[in-house]
Nanobody, 114 residues
């Protein structure tokens, strides 16, 4: 059972940046990983993913603004978020890709507002 702890969220003005971290309790070396988000009243969506080989994929709404990366030695996945918009406001979670229901953590709140 992998435990995932997300951090790095906060309140930021439009156009600002945040870097989210996801630390796993065990090795993620053999896992594709993803960052997901859930905004109030909306379904959870996959925002970005990274394969074991480092190939990345993004939902259209964040392409060019978000960057996912991984450090297998630290069992950590990152999400660099630039040029943030109010519509990026959500709770952000990491999980394997595709996700395991039992791997959901507490998430980290990102609020983009002036």
């Amino acid at each position: 059972q992998l435990q995932l702890v997300q951090s790095g969220g906060g309140l930021v003005q439009p156009g600002g940046s945040l870097r989210l971290s996801c630390v796993a309790s065990g090795s993620i070396f053999s896992l594709s990983m993803g960052w997901y988000r859930q905004a109030p009243g909306k379904q959870r969506e996959l925002v970005a993913s990274i394969t074991t080989g480092g190939n990345t994929n993004y939902v259209d709404s964040v392409k060019g603004r978000f960057t996912i990366s991984r450090d297998n030695a630290k069992n950590t996945v990152y999400l660099q978020m630039n040029s943030l918009k109010p519509e990026d406001t959500a709770v952000y979670y990491c999980n394997r890709m595709p996700y395991y229901e039992s791997y959901w953590g507490q998430g980290t709140q990102v609020t983009v507002s002036s």
